[in-house]
T-cell receptor, first 114, second 112 residues
Framework: DAGVIQSPRHEVTEMGQEVTLRCKPISGHDYLFWYRQTMMRGLELLIYFNNNVPIDDSGMPEDRFSAKMPNASFSTLKIQPSEPRDSAVYFC????????????FGQGTRLTVV | KNQVEQSPQSLIILEGKNCTLQCNYTVSPFSNLRWYKQDTGRGPVSLTIMTFSENTKSNGRYTATLDADTKQSSLHITASQLSDSASYIC???????????FGAGTRLFVKA
């Protein structure tokens, strides 16, 4: 398995533009997580899905952020409109349904909003 | 307030030496504690996970300990290698679900 695949690896956009980050979880994993990592705040859980259904989105910072999981093999995190303070590395992770197992992280998308 | 504090913030050691990283938490109700290694530019990779009843777990040269009474954990690295240079993140899970609190991490530099 290729692991969790995220795209793009790097994204530079202008303030006010819409940004869409993509994630392909590991096949067979029932849980998918979106995280944000910054120097100031470290890693933060934004939202997670179980069987394509959003379970907890309490970490989503604002209404400008939205996430979808239309099927078991694809998820998106959208920021509209983007702001410079959204600049961070966004990680997607997935894990199977068995208790006690670890989440596997993707390589991340480094977002820069100028 | 649920918190996870790691120390030191950064650490420099010579190749071949041992080191110990600390994690103190005030998370309740406690579910599990995980240590992750994150190389620069990469996603975190799990090293160990411990539940309330476990007080030590090893993964090669990495040994994690957990004292649920004092709410402290440590990660001991034996015979460090240059490839151990990374950030080590302590993550505490609570409420039995996927609610987690991340520590800020310890940045380890191993020098030749």
């Amino acid at each position: 398995d290729a692991g969790v695949i995220q795209s793009p690896r790097h994204e530079v956009t202008e303030m006010g533009q819409e940004v869409t980050l993509r994630c392909k979880p590991i096949s067979g994993h029932d849980y998918l997580f979106w995280y944000r990592q910054t120097m100031m705040r470290g890693l933060e859980l934004l939202i997670y899905f179980n069987n394509n259904v959003p379970i907890d989105d309490s970490g989503m910072p604002e209404d400008r952020f939205s996430a979808k999981m239309p099927n078991a093999s694809f998820s998106t995190l959208k920021i509209q409109p983007s702001e410079p303070r959204d600049s961070a590395v966004y990680f997607c992770a997935s894990r199977p349904n068995r208790g006690g197992t670890e989440a596997f992280f993707g390589q991340g998308t480094r977002l820069t909003v100028v | 307030k649920n918190q996870v504090e790691q120390s030191p913030q950064s650490l420099i050691i010579l190749e071949g030496k041992n080191c110990t990283l600390q994690c103190n938490y005030t998370v309740s109700p406690f579910s599990n504690l995980r240590w992750y290694k994150q190389d620069t530019g990469r996603g975190p990779v799990s090293l160990t996970i411990m539940t309330f009843s476990e007080n030590t777990k090893s993964n090669g040269r990495y040994t994690a300990t957990l004292d649920a009474d004092t709410k402290q954990s440590s990660l001991h690295i034996t015979a460090s290698q240059l490839s151990d240079s990374a950030s080590y993140i302590c993550v505490v899970g609570y409420t039995g679900g996927f609610k987690t609190i991340f520590g800020a991490g310890t940045r380890l530099f191993v020098k030749a």
